[in-house]
């Protein structure tokens, strides 16, 4: 069992940053894919970006190409994603997840077998 528990969100205004955390407990993260989804009311989770523990790769959704990173910090058993650069439109709720099936990595939610409780980002006008 991996407990992930998500931390680092709030208001911050277009143009801000944020670096949203993730911190596993239970096992180590070395050896799953993490993933940072996003959902707001009445939409599905949206995959936003993944770090492959196998092939050292990050992906993203195009539409944080250039202001997102995901990075790992494995000695704290921790993902990060920093946020630059937001758009009201990055306002939802931000979940990290973990995947540890065969794949490089995946976009798609339902592959994830752990997920943090997620953490509020609003981006104001």
């Known amino acids: 069992q991996v407990q992930l528990g998500e931390s680092g969100g709030g208001l911050v205004q277009a143009g801000g940053s944020l670096r949203l955390s993730c911190a596993a407990s239970?096992?180590?993260?070395?050896?799953?894919?993490m993933g940072w989804f996003r959902q707001v009311p009445g939409k599905e989770r949206e995959f936003v970006a993944a770090?492959?523990?196998?092939?050292?790769?990050?992906y993203y959704t195009d539409s944080v190409k250039g202001r997102f990173t995901i990075s790992r910090d494995n000695a704290k058993n921790t993902v990060y994603l920093q946020m630059n650069s937001l758009k009201p439109e990055d306002t939802a709720v931000y979940y990290c997840?973990?995947?540890?099936?065969?794949?490089?990595?995946?976009?798609?939610?339902?592959?994830?077998?752990?997920w943090g409780q997620g953490t509020q980002v609003t981006v104001s006008s």
């Open positions: 997840a973990a995947y540890s099936g065969r794949n490089y990595y995946t976009q798609d939610p339902t592959e994830y077998d752990y």
């Open positions: 239970g096992r180590t993260l070395n050896s799953y894919v």
């Open positions: 770090s492959s523990w196998s092939n050292g790769s990050t």
